[in-house]
């Protein structure tokens, strides 16, 4: 019988999706902390591929990673198909993978602009608040 694994925490989960995130390229990776404004999550990773294409393979290297290596699957995945936004709910931490062209259209971190945030780069965190 294979014993019983804990479940992720969400900066475990975040590290893990923003690490996923990576391997394909991801740009401009920021996670927006809503643990305190928000009821249906605790964390937004977003992040940029170039391309449709690109932002495709983003999804499918986290969709995979985090499948294959902790049997999480997303309970939601929108906008797959136009692959310009792309949304992954896996409850505590939703992705939203986007074309530079839709992300800048959205601005959705300016719409929580008061939340703490951290820029990811060069696969190291930092604070900028």
Same mark, same amino acid.
């Given at each position: 019988?294979?014993?019983?694994?804990?479940?992720?925490?969400?900066?475990?989960?975040?590290?893990?999706?923003?690490?996923?995130?990576?391997?394909?390229?991801?740009?401009?990776?920021?996670?927006l902390? !809503?643990?305190?404004?928000?009821?249906?999550?605790?964390? &937004?990773?977003? %992040? #940029?591929?170039?391309?449709? /294409?690109?932002?495709?393979?983003?999804?499918?290297?986290?969709?995979?990673?985090?499948?294959?290596?902790?049997?999480?699957l997303?309970s939601?995945?929108?906008?797959?198909?136009?692959?310009?936004?792309?949304? !992954?709910?896996?409850?505590?931490?939703?992705?939203?993978? &986007?074309?530079? %062209? #839709?992300?800048?259209?959205? /601005?959705?971190?300016?719409?929580?602009?008061?939340?703490?945030?951290?820029?990811?780069?060069?696969?190291?965190?930092?604070?900028?608040?």
């Amino acid at each position: 019988m294979k014993p019983a694994t804990a479940p992720l925490t969400t900066a475990k989960m975040v590290d893990l999706i923003t690490g996923y995130a990576q391997q394909p390229k991801a740009v401009d990776l920021v996670v927006l902390d !809503l643990s305190g404004a928000s009821a249906f999550t605790d964390a &937004f990773v977003i %992040a #940029t591929g170039r391309s449709d /294409r690109q932002v495709k393979a983003i999804h499918d290297a986290i969709h995979q990673g985090m499948k294959d290596q902790h049997a999480m699957l997303p309970s939601h995945v929108e906008g797959l198909r136009e692959s310009s936004w792309v949304l !992954l709910d896996y409850g505590d931490v939703v992705v939203h993978l &986007f074309t530079p %062209a #839709t992300r800048e259209y959205y /601005r959705l971190e300016a719409l929580w602009g008061d939340v703490p945030r951290r820029v990811i780069s060069g696969g190291e965190p930092e604070d900028d608040r």
